[in-house]
Protein backbone atom coordinates (compact mmCIF):
# COMPACT_ATOMS: atom_id res chain seq x y z
CA UNK A 1 0.00 0.00 0.00
CA UNK A 2 0.96 3.52 -0.93
CA UNK A 3 2.11 5.75 1.95
CA UNK A 4 2.87 9.27 2.41
CA UNK A 5 4.22 10.56 5.74
CA UNK A 6 4.68 14.74 6.04
CA UNK A 7 6.73 16.44 8.32
CA UNK A 8 6.42 18.77 10.52
CA UNK A 9 2.53 18.78 10.68
CA UNK A 10 2.93 22.59 11.16
CA UNK A 11 5.31 25.07 10.93
CA UNK A 12 5.60 29.01 11.99
CA UNK A 13 8.47 30.87 10.41
CA UNK A 14 9.65 34.99 10.64
CA UNK A 15 9.63 36.57 7.16
CA UNK A 16 12.98 35.73 5.62
CA UNK A 17 13.60 32.40 7.67
CA UNK A 18 14.28 29.81 5.18
CA UNK A 19 13.45 26.21 5.94
CA UNK A 20 12.54 22.97 4.56
CA UNK A 21 9.11 20.65 4.59
CA UNK A 22 9.82 16.51 4.28
CA UNK A 23 7.38 13.99 2.38
CA UNK A 24 8.82 10.33 3.05
CA UNK A 25 7.02 8.02 0.88
CA UNK A 26 6.35 4.46 0.05
CA UNK A 27 5.50 3.30 -3.35
CA UNK A 28 5.81 -0.01 -5.31
CA UNK A 29 7.42 2.15 -8.09
CA UNK A 30 6.92 5.85 -8.28
CA UNK A 31 5.50 7.43 -11.52
CA UNK A 32 5.44 11.20 -9.80
CA UNK A 33 5.59 13.09 -6.75
CA UNK A 34 3.61 15.87 -6.68
CA UNK A 35 3.45 19.30 -4.36
CA UNK A 36 0.53 21.26 -4.00
CA UNK A 37 -0.52 24.04 -2.25
CA UNK A 38 -3.71 24.59 -0.50
CA UNK A 39 -5.29 28.06 0.97
CA UNK A 40 -7.79 27.76 3.63
CA UNK A 41 -11.56 26.45 1.98
CA UNK A 42 -9.80 26.14 -1.38
CA UNK A 43 -8.95 23.27 -3.78
CA UNK A 44 -5.24 22.34 -3.97
CA UNK A 45 -3.14 24.58 -6.60
CA UNK A 46 -0.39 22.55 -8.32
CA UNK A 47 3.11 23.12 -7.30
CA UNK A 48 5.51 20.54 -8.73
CA UNK A 49 6.31 17.29 -10.16
CA UNK A 50 8.76 15.44 -9.65
CA UNK A 51 9.91 11.88 -11.62
CA UNK A 52 13.28 10.32 -10.72
CA UNK A 53 15.32 10.85 -7.50
CA UNK A 54 18.11 13.70 -8.51
CA UNK A 55 15.36 15.74 -9.83
CA UNK A 56 15.07 19.28 -8.73
CA UNK A 57 12.23 21.99 -9.79
CA UNK A 58 11.95 25.91 -8.63
CA UNK A 59 9.08 28.43 -8.73
CA UNK A 60 9.70 31.82 -6.93
CA UNK A 61 10.68 31.09 -3.58
CA UNK A 62 10.01 27.62 -3.43
CA UNK A 63 12.73 24.31 -4.39
CA UNK A 64 11.74 21.15 -4.29
CA UNK A 65 13.88 17.82 -4.53
CA UNK A 66 13.74 14.04 -5.12
CA UNK A 67 15.43 11.18 -3.67
CA UNK A 68 14.21 7.39 -3.65
CA UNK A 69 12.70 7.65 -0.46
CA UNK A 70 11.39 11.52 -0.01
CA UNK A 71 11.28 14.80 -1.09
CA UNK A 72 12.08 18.23 0.28
CA UNK A 73 10.45 21.37 -0.46
CA UNK A 74 12.78 24.27 0.49
CA UNK A 75 10.91 27.61 1.16
CA UNK A 76 13.85 30.45 0.48
CA UNK A 77 12.89 33.88 2.66
CA UNK A 78 9.87 33.45 2.81
CA UNK A 79 6.47 35.66 2.88
CA UNK A 80 3.59 36.02 5.27
CA UNK A 81 1.48 35.21 1.42
CA UNK A 82 3.57 31.85 1.11
CA UNK A 83 1.05 30.52 4.47
CA UNK A 84 -0.94 27.97 3.50
CA UNK A 85 -0.90 24.08 3.79
CA UNK A 86 1.36 22.16 1.28
CA UNK A 87 0.67 18.41 0.35
CA UNK A 88 2.71 16.29 -0.63
CA UNK A 89 1.05 12.90 -2.90
CA UNK A 90 2.65 10.19 -4.83
CA UNK A 91 1.09 8.45 -7.93
CA UNK A 92 2.15 4.64 -8.23
CA UNK A 93 3.47 2.87 -11.72
CA UNK A 94 1.26 -0.02 -10.70
CA UNK A 95 -1.73 2.58 -11.06
CA UNK A 96 -4.16 2.37 -13.52
CA UNK A 97 -5.38 5.72 -14.00
CA UNK A 98 -4.13 8.88 -11.85
CA UNK A 99 -4.76 7.96 -8.72
CA UNK A 100 -2.74 10.34 -5.89
CA UNK A 101 -1.75 9.39 -2.53
CA UNK A 102 -1.64 12.28 -0.33
CA UNK A 103 -0.22 12.95 3.05
CA UNK A 104 -1.40 14.84 5.71
CA UNK A 105 0.15 17.91 4.78
CA UNK A 106 2.39 20.50 6.72
CA UNK A 107 0.69 23.89 7.80
CA UNK A 108 2.74 26.75 7.12
CA UNK A 109 2.89 30.03 9.08
CA UNK A 110 4.76 32.90 8.18
CA UNK A 111 5.16 35.77 10.77
CA UNK A 112 5.32 39.33 9.40
CA UNK B 1 -9.76 29.78 -19.10
CA UNK B 2 -12.31 28.66 -16.43
CA UNK B 3 -10.63 26.27 -13.75
CA UNK B 4 -12.87 22.95 -12.26
CA UNK B 5 -16.15 24.33 -11.61
CA UNK B 6 -17.93 22.37 -8.45
CA UNK B 7 -21.45 22.99 -7.49
CA UNK B 8 -22.64 23.34 -4.70
CA UNK B 9 -20.22 25.23 -3.09
CA UNK B 10 -21.88 24.27 0.62
CA UNK B 11 -24.72 21.74 1.52
CA UNK B 12 -26.12 20.53 4.51
CA UNK B 13 -27.54 17.49 4.47
CA UNK B 14 -29.32 15.23 7.30
CA UNK B 15 -28.72 11.30 8.06
CA UNK B 16 -29.94 9.14 5.73
CA UNK B 17 -30.52 11.63 2.77
CA UNK B 18 -28.69 11.39 -0.18
CA UNK B 19 -26.75 13.84 -2.21
CA UNK B 20 -25.29 15.05 -5.80
CA UNK B 21 -22.52 16.66 -6.51
CA UNK B 22 -21.56 18.43 -9.67
CA UNK B 23 -18.17 18.82 -11.57
CA UNK B 24 -16.73 20.34 -14.42
CA UNK B 25 -13.51 19.98 -16.06
CA UNK B 26 -11.02 22.24 -17.69
CA UNK B 27 -12.45 22.53 -21.18
CA UNK B 28 -10.45 19.97 -23.10
CA UNK B 29 -9.47 17.79 -19.88
CA UNK B 30 -11.24 13.99 -20.25
CA UNK B 31 -10.40 12.78 -16.74
CA UNK B 32 -12.06 13.27 -13.63
CA UNK B 33 -11.62 11.87 -10.09
CA UNK B 34 -13.34 12.98 -6.95
CA UNK B 35 -11.21 12.90 -3.33
CA UNK B 36 -13.04 13.36 -0.19
CA UNK B 37 -10.77 15.65 2.12
CA UNK B 38 -12.15 15.42 5.98
CA UNK B 39 -10.54 18.55 8.42
CA UNK B 40 -7.18 18.58 8.97
CA UNK B 41 -6.49 15.86 6.62
CA UNK B 42 -4.81 15.32 2.77
CA UNK B 43 -7.37 14.04 0.34
CA UNK B 44 -8.48 10.80 0.37
CA UNK B 45 -9.01 9.25 -3.73
CA UNK B 46 -12.41 7.83 -4.56
CA UNK B 47 -12.99 7.86 -8.61
CA UNK B 48 -11.65 8.46 -11.46
CA UNK B 49 -13.01 8.49 -14.79
CA UNK B 50 -11.86 9.00 -18.40
CA UNK B 51 -14.27 9.10 -21.24
CA UNK B 52 -17.12 7.72 -19.68
CA UNK B 53 -15.22 4.72 -18.14
CA UNK B 54 -14.28 3.96 -14.55
CA UNK B 55 -10.47 3.85 -14.34
CA UNK B 56 -9.81 3.80 -10.37
CA UNK B 57 -12.23 3.32 -7.28
CA UNK B 58 -10.74 4.01 -3.12
CA UNK B 59 -11.69 2.16 -0.72
CA UNK B 60 -15.42 3.93 -0.10
CA UNK B 61 -18.32 2.17 0.52
CA UNK B 62 -20.90 0.95 -2.64
CA UNK B 63 -23.21 4.49 -0.88
CA UNK B 64 -20.52 6.12 -2.70
CA UNK B 65 -21.13 6.47 -6.85
CA UNK B 66 -20.21 8.30 -9.79
CA UNK B 67 -20.40 9.03 -13.57
CA UNK B 68 -19.53 11.00 -16.16
CA UNK B 69 -21.22 12.22 -18.79
CA UNK B 70 -20.38 12.70 -22.81
CA UNK B 71 -19.15 16.67 -21.96
CA UNK B 72 -16.94 15.22 -19.52
CA UNK B 73 -18.62 16.50 -16.29
CA UNK B 74 -19.21 14.41 -13.86
CA UNK B 75 -21.24 13.66 -10.46
CA UNK B 76 -20.55 12.57 -7.48
CA UNK B 77 -23.57 10.39 -5.70
CA UNK B 78 -23.69 9.53 -1.94
CA UNK B 79 -26.33 7.31 -0.51
CA UNK B 80 -27.58 6.90 3.06
CA UNK B 81 -25.66 9.56 4.43
CA UNK B 82 -23.63 9.26 7.75
CA UNK B 83 -22.08 12.16 9.81
CA UNK B 84 -19.10 10.54 9.15
CA UNK B 85 -19.18 11.55 5.58
CA UNK B 86 -18.93 15.60 6.05
CA UNK B 87 -16.23 16.45 4.05
CA UNK B 88 -14.93 18.53 1.49
CA UNK B 89 -15.38 16.93 -1.99
CA UNK B 90 -13.10 17.95 -3.97
CA UNK B 91 -13.07 16.87 -8.05
CA UNK B 92 -9.98 17.55 -10.12
CA UNK B 93 -9.40 17.26 -13.80
CA UNK B 94 -6.38 15.83 -15.53
CA UNK B 95 -4.01 17.31 -18.68
CA UNK B 96 -2.01 15.38 -21.00
CA UNK B 97 0.79 15.89 -18.62
CA UNK B 98 -1.23 13.76 -15.76
CA UNK B 99 -1.18 16.64 -13.72
CA UNK B 100 -4.52 17.06 -12.13
CA UNK B 101 -6.18 20.59 -11.16
CA UNK B 102 -8.55 21.11 -8.50
CA UNK B 103 -11.99 22.99 -8.13
CA UNK B 104 -12.49 24.84 -4.59
CA UNK B 105 -14.77 22.00 -3.20
CA UNK B 106 -18.17 21.11 -2.40
CA UNK B 107 -18.02 21.38 1.22
CA UNK B 108 -20.92 18.96 2.82
CA UNK B 109 -22.14 19.23 6.14
CA UNK B 110 -24.32 15.90 7.72
CA UNK B 111 -26.33 16.47 10.35
Known amino acids: EDQVTQSPEALRLQEGESSSLNCSYT??????LFWYRQDPGKGPEFLFT???AGEEKEKERLKATLTKKESFLHITAPKPEDSATYLC?????????????FGEGTQLTVNP | DAGVTQSPTHLIKTRGQHVTLRCSPI?????VSWYQQVLGQGPQFIFQ???????GRGNFPDRFSARQFPNYSSELNVNALLLGDSALYLC??????????FGAGTRLSVL
Open chain 2, 92 to 101: ASTDRKNIQY
Open chain 1, 89 to 101: AVQALETSGSRLT
Open chain 1, 50 to 52: LYS
Open chain 1, 27 to 32: VSGLRG
Open chain 2, 27 to 31: SGHKS
Open chain 2, 49 to 55: YYEKEER
